[in-house]
């Protein structure tokens, strides 16, 4: 007989929405699910998630960690708290802005702020579609200001986590560079400096030639933004797709992509040996350069010394 009933919630997402059950008992004094998060979120803005124990949220709050395993069962299930907390839902001002483009930019904008404030939340693996409160809003609010667009549903979805995905990876990239900066007590344009003058150590214009044209251009260091100028273009082509559709031009389905199992190719002995041959071939490439650098450094330095002769 197939079971019909619906999947239960797992307890970190019951616990999200509030529809998880009290612990029958716990500390006398005043605990609770919303104290510990906001405990374990503070200790993550402070000291990254590294820091975030179920010991040191505990000894934050002035419990011992098994208290805490009474109202959040698991890390796991903590972590998906912290998350959802620091999220946070989708300012209302984007509602305010006319039509589909703006009220998309206002909330990348928004997201790319939300990882500035809490980085830690990119370190946090990405296990399947964000079944909290807080991240449905966000997505609804993207795939609401498509609602007015010809797009079919799945393309507007596309869309919504094109932009998702562009916040996302800005937000990866300035972490890096702020952790950098509090590494070393450099600020971000002096990290951007210091990384062009090592990138001006190495890349010659005989290996590196269009990376070489781009580093005498002064790419690394330009003020122009390249994460909002790529959200610019991806919207560029979104709003000429959406113009085909309203002169009656049909929508593009494509299944050319297929997800591929993972557990199967993991036994895949003919990729295994290929992505080994791979490796190889690219340590053999690596080689290559290097003996092709050496010997053009050593071509530079007779020839330096041939002109000092004459």
């Not at 010991?55 to 395993?69: D, E, I, Q, R």
Request: charged share 25%; aromatic share 6%; glycine share 6%.
């Amino acid at each position: 007989m197939i079971d019909t009933e619906p999947p239960e919630l797992p307890r970190g997402i019951a616990l999200a929405w509030g529809v998880a059950a009290n612990p029958q008992r716990g500390p006398k004094r005043e605990m609770s699910v919303e104290r510990i998060v906001d405990a374990a979120v503070d200790l993550a803005d402070a000291e990254g998630i590294g820091a975030v124990s179920m010991a040191a949220v505990a000894s934050a709050l002035g419990f011992t960690p098994m208290s805490l395993y009474r109202y959040v069962s698991a890390k796991d299930d903590l972590l998906l708290l912290m998350q959802e907390q620091a999220t946070g839902l989708p300012p209302e001002s984007h509602r305010d802005l006319e039509g589909w483009r703006p009220k998309l930019l206002a909330l990348y904008a928004e997201q790319v702020l939300l990882y500035q404030r809490h980085p830690w939340i990119l370190s946090l693996p990405i296990t399947g579609s964000p079944i909290t409160p807080n991240s449905s809003a966000w997505l609804d609010a993207s795939l609401a200001a498509l609602e007015e667009t010809p797009l079919s549903a799945e393309e507007r979805m596309a869309v919504a986590l094109a932009v998702t995905g562009d916040a996302r990876w800005c937000g990866i990239v300035q972490a890096g560079y702020t952790e950098q900066s509090r590494g070393t007590g450099l600020s971000a344009d002096e990290v951007a400096v210091r990384e062009s003058e090592l990138y001006d150590r190495v890349i010659t214009v005989d290996e590196f030639p269009a990376l070489r044209r781009a580093i005498d251009d002064g790419v690394f260091t330009s003020p122009a933004d390249p994460f909002r100028f790529g959200v610019d273009r991806l919207l560029d082509g979104v709003a000429a797709y959406i113009d085909g559709l309203a002169e009656g031009a049909s929508h593009e389905v494509s299944d050319e992509w297929i997800a591929l199992d993972p557990v199967e190719l993991a036994g895949d002995r003919r990729l295994k040996d290929a992505q080994k041959a791979v490796r190889e071939a690219e340590k053999a490439l690596r080689a290559a350069h290097k003996l092709e650098r050496q010997a053009l450094r050593e071509a530079r330095e007779r020839q330096a010394k041939s002109r000092t002769a004459r």
